[in-house]
């Protein structure tokens, strides 16, 4: 099991507060903070065009982010929050969770669908309804995605939180019984039974 990694630039900000987030915004640069248990939290800022890039390149949840903050100083990290203007796609702050070896983090992690329903060739279609799983690991064991087969359900199965095998060393946190995808009947499909219903009845009449 593989863990997704990047690298992301940051620079260290000695004063805070809305009007010093505001002139950084205006420069092309994005406030951020590095928050850790024993540890004080670490204002930053990011440049606005790396980091729009990196986070629209990467699973951000679970991706671990080698963040240098200059000095030769480099955490391991999570992105927690991405806030954005409330009428506009930009990017006003970034919470980084510092990561600690050994020490287990709650995060979520993308769902990978793999097989063909078994109910698709008899006019059913999949519907996911979960694409992420809520889970608990250290971060060397964060994985990537978590596989799903879905290659046996036929039309009217589902497939739960508690039907996924997880990798070593990771836990769920969500709840099993919870449904993440089902195989349907088409529209398409039940109109057809129905036609058929109807005509077996017209012949038996």
Known sequence: MSVAEASLQASRRDATGKGVARRLRRAGRIPAVVYGKDMDPIPLSLDEHDAVNL??????ANTVLQLDIGGGETLRTLVREIQTHPFRPDIIHVDFMRLRRGVAVELNVPIAFSGTPEGTRGGGHLDVVVHEAHVRC???????????????????????????ALPDGVELLANPKAIVCHVAMTRASEVEEDEEGEEEVAEGL
């Open 138 to 164: 250290t971060p060397a064991n964060i994985p990537e995605s978590i596989r799903a087969d879905v290659s046996a359900l036929a039309i009217g199965e589902s497939l739960r939180l508690g039907d996924i």
């Open 55 to 60: 986070f629209q390149s990467i699973p951000v």
